[in-house]
């Protein structure tokens, strides 16, 4: 079986570069999906509190019969708890529906509430060696540069919307600056924009006899940005882990540089409206 090739965190953990999201899945697609994508070969495994599928990728995990030690789990802080009291009592919940004993990677998981507050108890939680490792989301270049300065220990990880529409060039500055890893949710842009069909990535594909959801794969591997994508279908997780074994072009990358339009295409996180609908979720 292919071994996914890894990031190096700052503090030396080794994070897989390709993993496994379960965003907007049912419990029974969570916990199949997740049983697949581990048998098809995927290591790395991104839920979150917000998702209410933690219990099912917990079970997808067990069932899966591959070490936990094998595994990076990935879950996320809701902004509801975000606050330095709240968040080690929604980290341990967290845990007992995953059913592990620790996870790899805590992330706070909107820019909003005491985040302050919020990752005092992480530094905490991470120093006490409950989580291998603790990071943001969603946080914009300002918002990175603001936390670094003002935290004993910098985020490890900053998971943002990334995909060729939105490649995050200068975001991505910043975090190289700051020796933080750039993980990118949507990175098949949830198929907005003709992704699949778009011509210049269709091309590309074409030429490595691959699919375009494998060569937008590749683009983020070979420049460093650790992407997730998820499906519920079987032939679709395998086919978006086969990517270790072609390489693309340095004009397939340049290629691939020009479609980038430099804003996201799902949600502003300067919006008030935007913010007032994450704070009215229900969350259990």
């Known amino acids: 079986m292919t071994k996914v090739p890894t990031v190096t965190l700052y503090n030396g953990v080794q994070m897989p570069a390709l993993g496994f999201g379960v965003f907007q899945m049912t419990n029974e697609e969570a916990e ?25 990728v917990g079970r997808g995990i067990k069932r899966s019969g591959v070490p936990r030690e094998d595994i990076f789990l990935t879950t996320k802080l809701w902004l509801a708890d975000a606050t330095y009291e709240k968040t080690k009592e929604a980290f341990q919940r967290s845990l007992d529906k995953l059913g592990v004993e620790y996870v790899d990677l805590y992330l706070i998981h909107q820019p909003y509430n005491d985040v302050f507050g919020a990752w005092r108890a992480m530094e905490e939680l991470y120093e006490a060696g409950k989580v291998k490792a603790i990071g943001v989301s969603n946080f914009t270049s300002v918002k990175v540069v603001d936390f670094v300065l003002n935290n004993k220990i910098k985020p490890m990880v ?25 993980e990118g949710w949507a990175p098949f ?38 992407a997730i994508p998820k499906s519920t279908h079987k032939e679709r997780i395998v086919e978006n882990f086969n990517v270790f074994d072609f390489e693309l072009s340095d004009e397939d990358m340049t290629a691939i540089a020009g479609l980038d339009e430099n ?17 009215a979720r229900e969350i259990k």
């Not at 990334?162 to 933080?180: C, M, S, V, W």
């Not at 804003?263 to 704070?279: C, I, M, Q, S, T």
């Open 32 to 56: 199949q999906s997740v049983y697949d994508a581990l048998q098809a070969g995927y290591r790395l495994i991104d839920t979150a509190q917000s998702y209410q599928n933690e219990e099912a």
């Open 158 to 182: 900053n998971q943002i919307e990334t995909h060729p529409f939105n490649q995050q060039a200068e975001a991505r500055k910043i975090l190289d600056e700051y020796g933080i890893i750039h």
């Open 189 to 226: 842009a949830e198929g907005r924009q003709d992704l699949f069909t778009n011509e210049t990535l269709a091309r590309i594909a074409k030429a490595h006899g691959k699919s375009v959801g494998q060569v937008v794969l590749r683009w983020n591997i070979q420049r460093g940005v650790v």
């Open 263 to 279: 804003k996201g295409l799902f949600v502003n996180h300067d919006d008030p409206e935007f913010v007032k609908a994450l704070y």
